[in-house]
């Protein structure tokens, strides 16, 4: 079974610094491009970035570029996601997603809520 685990959602300051950590299990972790979305209340999902599955490639959201920061290790399967400088309008829920393209396939996990208050 597939299982994408989020951590490290909570109520931040304005301003302030918030890493999220996924943990996989159930498919060879390595093997898959790995990426984080998120929604808003009332909102469509939002792709937030991307990692490929080396780890050696990175892609974001022009609302979160220089701000935000995804890596991965791949020997603990974990995805992670720094977030600095957080607006008000990074709150959201934050989803974890795996994808393995020769297949098509695409996992999400749990979400895990990042609220930032003035």
């Known amino acids: 079974e597939v299982q994408l685990v989020p951590s490290g959602g909570k109520l931040v300051q304005l301003g302030g610094s918030l890493n999220l950590s996924c943990t996989a299990s159930?498919?060879?972790?390595?093997?898959?491009?790995m990426s984080w979305t998120r929604q808003a209340p009332g909102k469509e999902p939002e792709w937030v970035a991307g990692i490929n599955s080396r780890g050696d490639t990175t892609y974001y959201a022009d609302s979160v570029k220089g701000r935000f920061h995804i890596s991965r290790d791949n020997p603990k399967n974990t995805l992670d996601l720094q977030m600095n400088s957080l607006k008000s309008s990074d709150t959201a829920v934050y989803f974890c997603?795996?994808?393995?393209?020769?297949?098509?396939?695409?996992?999400w996990g749990q979400g895990t809520q990042v609220t930032v208050s003035a």
């Open positions: 159930g498919f060879t972790f390595s093997t898959y491009d």
């Open positions: 997603n795996a994808h393995y393209l020769p297949e098509s396939l695409d996992y």
